[in-house]
């Protein structure tokens, strides 16, 4: 792999939506130099179409790779999903939820549980390679979720889930048969930064990550990102109709009581 620098782009994204504005930093992003590999951008395009979320060409993505300092990080596509490059750096960031409450104002160091659907969306490396998590609320125990199987677009594993991933605080990690294990926080590689974040909206259903991973160590990597990509899907579990049943109940005791009041 071709040696390049590490480059951190400090900017403050204005998240219009929310009405948050936040300053952070990104790791910076590079085009492949490999002529059989993607880079994130033609990635990106791919998961959209495969997802049915359109069909946005590569272009539409370069906004969100943070060389030049561009920002805010967001690109809205044709189909009317937008995709925001989460920050991977802000000082004091408290863990960022799986549920995408906080996806605008933290890093993707550190996260909080929930249940999710694991998808390998891409793998071009010829080391291979595993995803996983590390629970730092249990000692920092780590736990393998799937293999990648294959290589190129949509390479198969050999689990998808669900996993519940029950925990305050977590990280990701990747794994495989060559290299280091290396964790979404850079704290835990030395200072280095091997795993890069977007979250999508607009699809009407539950909450999307894309988590795209370097897996050689600085001074070997080439910072295209495309070693192993893989889309989280966090399931929101409806509350059962006993649950449901009661809040109606205290809703219409809620209404009865006005009522009297009046």
Do not use: C
């Amino acid at each position: 792999m071709k040696l390049n620098q590490k480059v951190a782009i400090a900017v403050v994204a204005a998240f219009g939506l929310s009405g948050i504005t936040q300053a952070g930093s990104y790791t910076d992003v590079l085009d492949t130099t490999f002529p059989a590999e993607e880079s994130v951008q033609d990635i990106l395009s791919m998961v959209f179409a495969d997802n049915g979320w359109g069909t946005p060409a590569a272009s539409t993505f370069l906004p969100l790779l943070g060389s030049g300092g561009v920002g805010p990080l967001r690109a809205v596509t044709t189909g009317g999903y937008t995709i925001t490059r989460v920050f991977d750096d802000i000082a004091g960031s408290a863990n960022i939820s799986l549920d995408g409450s906080n996806f605008a104002t933290a890093d993707d160091t550190n996260w909080t549980d929930g249940t999710v659907r694991t998808y390998a969306k891409a793998h071009y490396a010829s080391w291979d390679q595993t995803f996983g998590w590390k629970d730092n609320t249990a000692g920092g125990t780590s736990t393998e979720l799937f293999d990648v199987l294959g290589w190129g677009y949509n390479p198969g594993q050999t689990d998808y889930g669900p996993f519940p991933v029950m925990s305050t605080d977590f990280e990701w990690e990747r794994s495989g048969d060559k290299g280091p294990t290396w964790s979404s926080d850079p704290d835990d590689n030395g200072g280095e930064d091997h795993m890069i974040t977007f979250f999508v909206e607009g699809h009407g259903i539950d909450p999307t990550w894309l988590v795209f991973w370097e897996d050689a160590p600085y001074g070997a990597i080439d910072f295209d990102f495309n070693d192993m990509v893989v889309q989280v899907g966090v399931l929101i579990v409806p509350l059962p109709p006993a649950a449901m049943m009661g809040i109606a109940s205290l809703g219409g005791l809620a209404v009865l009581r006005r009522r009297r009041i009046r």
